[in-house]
């Protein structure tokens, strides 16, 4: 089995209900994630996931130099930025772009998969 990663992309702006239109909207997407991840879980493919606060809550750590240098906000400027992923086991890319498509449909975000370094 081999680790993925599906990150789930934003917009960098929210608005009171995130980045859907309504609270109804927000609410439906929460409760398909929550069965998807559920979903996740039951079928052995789980290893994590989570929701990301704004990039602008970031913090950048350049430790490069003599002394680290920290900086607020993100490190690139975007007009989307990752809002949540999840880190999932599967068994070949096929099923991984498989729960890519459920969990972007749930979600009702674009979903970016890809393998961990050496476990491919």
């Known amino acids: 089995?081999?680790?993925?990663?599906?990150?789930?992309?934003?917009p960098a702006e929210r608005n009171e209900f995130g980045e859907y239109g309504s609270k109804e909207a927000m609410e439906e997407a929460f409760a398909a994630t929550g069965a998807f991840n559920d979903k996740l879980q039951a079928d052995g493919y789980w290893v994590f996931a989570g929701g990301l606060k704004e990039a602008t809550t970031a913090t950048v750590?350049?430790?490069t130099g003599e002394a680290p240098v920290i900086t607020d906000g993100p490190y690139l400027e975007s007009k989307e930025y990752i809002g949540g992923f999840w880190v999932i086991d599967a068994p070949d890319l096929d099923v991984a772009l498989k729960l890519a498509a459920d969990g972007s449909k749930a979600c009702?975000?674009?979903?970016e998969v890809r393998p961990f370094e050496g476990m491919a």
């Open 1 to 10: 089995m081999t680790h993925y990663l599906l990150s789930v992309h934003g």
């Open 108 to 111: 009702r975000g674009k979903v």
């Open 61 to 63: 750590v350049d430790g």
